[in-house]
């Protein structure tokens, strides 16, 4: 199994076994303020503020599941590019386009120094230096939703089938990404964030999340087995 599909998978029960403990506190009736003892004699009442928090700390992993299995799955392709050493004749049209929007962004401000940045550019290209795509290509951080994993696909050619319906998946990746983000960022408290939703709605949200992920990885898997990162 390649390693993005054995970290995605690991991910993924990560998140299980941290829902199937949620579901354990979020069914304590915290009304009768009754203590959970431990062997030890210590005890702890869960209040409905610590569900509420553990609930909203699921759109935090979900999200990192999200990002995390797009990244290293690209980076897999990049590690094929790399260990065959290819030259930028021997890329797919979609990883050159990739290559050369990322070289696009060195441009110098000087014009004495644009003509030495084209020049090596041009040796690169037409001498058949070994292409690196670098990791900083990967400009996903904190923006991962439908529409940009759809545009993902497009650019780097990862077509395959899809068998989650795309209003749900749409719907949920919105809501991971925009749950994460103000968590993140300060702007929702936890127990604000966990007080809209219910255990069982993100059980919902994660198996669509992990179907969809389990398709587009798979379909990666495809393109890497097939050297479709070849011209």
């Avoid at 990244?71 to 797919?92: G, M, P, T």
Wanted: aromatic fraction near 10%; charge should be neutral.
């Amino acid at each position: 199994m390649k390693l993005f599909l054995k970290d995605f998978n690991n991910r993924v029960l990560e998140i299980e076994e941290y829902l199937s403990f949620v579901l354990f506190i979020d069914k304590i009736e915290t009304h009768k303020r009754e203590p959970i003892s431990s062997k030890l004699g210590n005890s702890f009442t869960v209040k409905r503020e610590h569900q509420k928090i553990l609930r909203s700390n699921t759109f935090l992993l979900l999200y990192n599941l999200v990002e995390s299995s797009i990244r290293h799955s690209i980076l897999a392709v990049y590690d094929c590019v790399h260990d065959e050493s290819l030259k930028f004749e021997n890329l797919s049209e979609r990883l050159q386009e990739i290559w050369l929007k990322y070289q696009s962004k060195k441009i110098p401000q000087t014009e004495k120094n644009i003509k030495k940045w084209l020049k090596e550019l041009m040796e690169e290209v037409s001498v058949g230096y070994e292409i690196k795509l670098e990791k900083e290509t990967i400009n996903i951080s904190g923006n991962l939703d439908y529409d940009s994993i759809i545009k993902i696909i497009n650019t780097y050619g990862f077509f395959g089938s899809i068998s989650v319906e795309r209003t749900a998946i749409e719907r949920d990746l919105k809501k991971i990404k925009t749950e994460r983000n103000l968590l993140a960022h300060g702007n929702k408290t936890f127990c604000q964030s966990g007080e809209i939703i219910t255990t069982r709605e993100l059980i919902q949200i994660k198996t669509n999340i992990v179907s969809f992920l389990n398709d587009i990885l798979n379909n990666i898997e495809q393109y890497i087995d097939n050297e479709k990162f070849k011209c």
